[in-house]
């Protein structure tokens, strides 16, 4: 396919993209101003798939999430594209597979995205979109901040010093502000507070919070004390309490966009970047592994849409999904046109029963975090149909495993089966066939964001 969109091209592309969303909202005319919602993704750092009570946490509990779940559709089978964070966020904003330019893994963070490729801020912004993010964004290359690529305000961090005591690591990430605020409590009040501005126009809003990220002992004791007493274990208190703290984010947002008065034209987006990390007390129950390795419980992801009076509520949707769908999604209901190069697909005539099937029926994994080969830092993966075909760097036969009878991977059918793993091996072959070479090793920060307090914009960043 070719980088670069001819004149033709983008004329087929944009006529397609209007059709496929009119065709999602039963519209045979120019859709009206007021049905282009405004669009709100909650994209959660390191979130297990046993981490959300409405996924099965009984010792976590999520009301503000569980409802949006209650008012629109819960997803079963949604994945994110790696085990790690800076590709997994790279796919959401580009909406494609980032191993089509190179990126395989967070030891290309630092590389520059494609300037010929917008991203989905840049996407929304061209759309008539006001667009805002906050929280963290580790994508592109240190000069490719957010609001360099389409953010039109940007939340500012006032991180603490590398020897500030109030860190519970001297060099890691942190959740405590300068003035001692935490992180995830601020960023709900502003998110509210970007609703509430910019009520009366179309909004794009991106949370990406550093939540539920390690160090979660820096939570502070208040979270701590509303985790219910049946959970023993200090480290999985520690993420319960860290993931209360994301759940009164979400439902400061949602409060904000209720008493807006902008409730029914407001989509809204649930999920996260990877699965959660165990070691930090996160569970992905009942899949297997979790981030950093190379099973199932690293890219399944709980992922939630609501759209009140527009999708139907309390919905359980079980068709193959990946966050590539929400820029494709967004670009639809936002009715612009999607960029080429784009691997998502428009989720909206399956949500509302216009379309059949499932959105997806392939889906590829290539995860190459270079040094890391021995600690198992390195897969390639296929899921089609029931079947996940995977094979790490140091094995030498792929592994088979019959994903729904089987979600934790006890089993490795590639023997009983062999005429299975020769066809997925096979797709797998002629997708990473038509990749480029991996980037160079790198590891370098991603695009620089804007520290102190209030909000930065391109003109006062």
């Known amino acids: 396919m070719k980088e670069n969109k001819t004149r033709r091209e983008f004329l087929v592309m944009t006529a397609g993209a209007m059709l496929a969303s009119r065709a999602a909202f039963g519209m045979g005319g120019r859709r009206p101003e007021k049905t282009r919602p405004n669009i709100v993704v909650l994209f959660i750092d390191d979130l297990g798939y046993g981490d959300v009570g409405i996924y099965g946490a009984k010792d976590v509990p999520t009301p503000n999430i569980d409802k949006l779940a209650a008012e629109g559709t819960k997803f079963t089978n949604a994945y994110t594209i790696c085990p790690v964070c800076s590709p997994s966020r790279t796919a959401l904003m580009l909406g494609m597979y980032p191993q089509k330019f190179g990126m395989n893994g967070n030891n290309h963070r630092g590389h520059p995205i494609p300037e010929d490729h917008p991203t989905l801020a840049e996407t929304l912004r061209d759309a008539g979109y006001f667009t805002g993010m906050v929280g963290r964004w580790d994508v592109g290359s240190i000069e490719q901040g957010p609001l360099e690529r389409g953010f039109m305000e940007v939340a500012r961090r006032s991180t603490l010093s590398s020897d500030d005591p109030r860190r519970a690591l001297p060099n890691g990430p942190t959740y405590m502000q300068q003035d001692g605020a935490y992180w995830t409590e601020q960023q709900g009040k502003e998110m509210a507070d970007f609703v509430t501005r910019h009520k009366d126009e179309k909004f794009f809003l991106y949370f990406a919070p550093l939540a539920i990220h390690y160090p979660v002992e820096e939570v502070p004791q208040k979270y701590i004390d509303r985790v219910p007493e049946s959970v023993t274990d200090k480290q999985r208190r520690y993420l319960s309490a860290a993931m209360i703290a994301v759940d009164d984010a979400v439902g400061e947002v949602m409060r904000a966009i209720k008493e807006s008065g902008i409730d029914e034209n407001t989509l809204v987006f649930f999920t996260g970047d990877n699965g959660g990390k165990e070691s930090e007390g996160s569970k992905n129950t009942p899949y297997r592994g979790g981030k950093v390795t190379p099973w199932e419980g690293a890219v399944r992801e709980p992922f939630i849409v609501r759209w009140k009076d527009t999708l139907p509520a309390g919905r359980v949707y079980d068709g193959m999904t990946s966050t590539l769908d ?116 790198l590891r370098g920060p991603g695009g620089r964001c804007p520290g102190g307090k209030g909000w930065a914009t391109p003109n006062n960043p």
Not at 328 to 341: D, F, G, I, N, Y
Not at 363 to 373: A, Q, V
């Open 326 to 441: 929400i820029y494709a999604t967004s670009a639809a209901v936002a009715a612009t046109a999607l960029p080429v190069r784009c691997d998502g697909v428009n989720l909206m005539p399956y949500l509302n029963g216009t379309k059949t099937g499932q959105p997806h029926d392939t889906l590829y994994w290539r995860w190459l975090d270079g040094k890391n080969i021995e600690a198992g830092h390195n897969v390639h993966a296929v899921r089609h149909g029931k079947w996940r075909l995977m094979r790490q760097e140091t094995d030498t036969k792929w592994r088979l495993f019959d994903i729904e009878a089987d979600p934790g991977e006890t089993t490795n059918l590639a023997d009983k089966y062999p005429d299975v793993v020769e066809k997925l091996s096979k797709m797998y072959k002629e997708w990473t066939g038509r990749l480029p070479e991996p980037l160079p090793y």
